[in-house]
């Protein structure tokens, strides 16, 4: 079946520094993928929809300056938190547009920031 | 402002019960209607995808949708302790792929 894969899983960083989130399409292409996050006990909210070789769009409310993405091929869609605060810390998820295999998700990458 | 409204629960139910999980929405437009199963740290995982008026069946789980009351539903017969866990309806906003997914119902499965 469509495997999206996700990594990290976890990471830990420090106030201010960046980090990057790679999701990629095993054994089928995406045009579109999506990013959520996920605060605990609250259910999952889009940020963006990337579109590979061109601009994501930002949800209302997400700063496309802080959470940037890039989806420079059909199979690989990053996420970077740029100046991570504390209040970044959750759980990103990312998932791939249906297609005949209808939604997949990542495994989900838990972010901390000390 | 599209919604997905889900009885956040908690709802407990013994062994072997038939648990009864339900989910309304308010985009008219949506034409794809999912339920996801999310267990505590984990992403999550696709239980059953309906997208006409009715029932569908996959093994222990029932999926129901009624398009015109905007209700759909997923019943999981002969409940088993592995089945605790957050689920999670989803309906992509009409004319898109996006999805909008309500705030979990979490279910507890006594053994």
């Known amino acids: 079946g469509a495997v999206v894969s996700q990594h990290p899983s976890r990471v830990i960083c420090k106030s201010g520094t960046s980090v990057k989130i790679e999701c990629r399409s095993l054994d089928f292409q995406a045009t579109t993928m999506f990013w959520y996050r996920q605060f605990p006990k609250q259910s999952l909210m889009l940020m963006a929809t990337s579109n590979e070789g061109s601009k994501a769009t930002y949800e209302q409310g997400v700063e496309k300056d802080k959470f940037l993405i890039n989806h420079a091929s059909l199979t690989l869609s990053t996420l970077t938190v740029t100046s991570a605060h504390p209040e970044d810390s959750s759980f990103y998820i990312c998932s791939a547009a249906p297609g005949a295999r209808g939604y997949t998700f990542g495994s989900g990458t838990r972010l901390t920031v000390v | ?111």
């Open chain 2, 1 to 111: 402002q599209k919604e997905v409204e889900q009885n956040s629960g908690p709802l407990s139910v013994p062994e072997g019960a038939i648990a009864s999980l339900n989910c309304t929405y308010s985009d008219r437009g949506s034409q794809s209607f999912f339920w996801y199963r999310q267990y505590s740290g984990k992403s999550p995982e696709l239980i059953m995808s309906i997208y006409s008026n009715g029932d569908k069946e996959d093994g222990r789980f029932t999926a129901q949708l009624n398009k015109a009351s905007q209700y759909v539903s997923l019943l999981i017969r002969d409940s088993q302790p592995s089945d605790s866990a957050t689920y999670l309806c989803a309906v992509n906003e009409g004319g898109s792929e996006k999805l909008v997914f309500g705030k979990g119902t979490k279910l507890t499965v006594n053994p």
